[in-house]
């Protein structure tokens, strides 16, 4: 079954204790992308790679890395996490100009 | 990179109503505009996407418009049901998909 898929579902941490969410997809997509939704502001892209070790910045990249180490595989990373990436993220695949696959989605809470 | 603005934000009708949402985008080199439906508590799915060689196209009760020269596209939605209800993005852009901020549509029974 195609599917992108994301862990954990849920998670609660405190602030400064570094984090990985991690993404993975089978349907073997080029482009992947990771987006944070909150009220009112519907999803914005904070990464996104256009291919193994090929990433760029979204809208709201500070503090949030990733990497492409592997085609299937797009790791969000908060290195010290605060309050204010609380929040609900998505992980995404897709090839060019065809539609956006998404995850099951990581609801983030930072304490 | 693309930038897209959506409107309505927040939408009610009631049940048999059509709803319109509208959305435009910034970068002209953009060839594919899909619409997601996103039910509470679970991920977008696509619900209805176009490409920059057609004007409109159709899926039962749910049809899109574009205007490339404009730079907009619409979702038209006919004979709203309860079950129309969620939020609704839009989105454009090549490779580095860019989403609208949302409208949440409430069909009214």
Same mark, same amino acid.
């Given at each position: 079954?195609?599917?992108?898929?994301?862990?954990?579902?849920?998670l609660?941490?405190?602030?400064?204790?570094?984090?990985?969410?991690?993404?993975?997809?089978?349907?073997?997509?080029?482009?992947?992308?990771?987006?944070?939704? *909150?009220?009112?502001?519907?999803?914005?892209?904070?990464?996104?790679?256009?291919?193994?070790?090929?990433? *760029?910045?979204?809208?709201?990249?500070?503090?949030?890395?990733?990497?492409?180490?592997?085609?299937?595989?797009?790791p969000?990373?908060?290195?010290?996490?605060?309050?204010?990436?609380?929040?609900?993220?998505?992980?995404a695949?897709?090839?060019?100009?065809?539609?956006?696959?998404?995850g099951?989605?990581?609801?983030?809470?930072?304490? | 990179?693309?930038?897209?603005?959506?409107?309505?934000?927040?939408?009610?009708?009631?049940?048999?109503?059509?709803?319109?949402?509208?959305? %435009?985008?910034?970068?002209?080199?953009?060839?594919? =505009?899909?619409?997601?439906?996103?039910e509470?508590?679970?991920?977008?799915?696509?619900?209805?996407?176009?490409?920059?060689?057609?004007?409109?196209?159709? $899926?039962?009760?749910?049809?899109?418009?574009?205007?490339?020269?404009?730079?907009? =596209?619409?979702?038209?939605?006919?004979e %709203?049901?309860?079950? $129309?209800?969620?939020?609704? =993005?839009?989105?454009?852009?090549?490779y580095?998909?860019? =989403?609208?901020?949302? %409208?949440?549509? %409430?069909?009214?029974?």
């Open positions: 079954e195609a599917q992108v898929t994301q862990n954990p579902r849920y609660i941490t405190v602030t400064g204790k570094k984090l990985t969410v991690t993404c993975s997809q089978n349907m073997n997509h080029e482009y992947m992308s990771w987006y944070r939704q *909150d009220p009112g502001l519907g999803l914005r892209q904070i990464y996104y790679s256009m291919n193994v070790e090929v990433t *760029d910045k979204g809208d709201v990249p500070e503090g949030y890395k990733v990497s492409r180490k592997e085609k299937r595989n797009f969000l990373i908060l290195e010290s996490p605060s309050p204010n990436q609380t929040s609900l993220y998505f992980c695949s897709r090839t060019q100009n065809t539609e956006a696959f998404f099951q989605g990581t609801r983030l809470t930072v304490v | 990179g693309e930038n897209v603005e959506q409107h309505p934000s927040t939408l009610s009708v009631q049940e048999g109503d059509s709803a319109v949402i509208k959305c %435009t985008y910034s970068d002209s080199a953009s060839n594919y =505009f899909p619409w997601y439906k996103q509470l508590g679970k991920r977008p799915q696509l619900i209805i996407d176009i490409r920059s060689n057609v004007g409109e196209k159709k $899926d039962q009760r749910i049809a899109v418009t574009l205007n490339k020269t404009a730079k907009h =596209f619409s979702l038209h939605i006919t %709203t049901q309860p079950e $129309d209800s969620a939020v609704y =993005f839009c989105a454009a852009g090549e580095d998909m860019r =989403f609208g901020a949302g %409208t949440r549509l %409430t069909v009214k029974p």
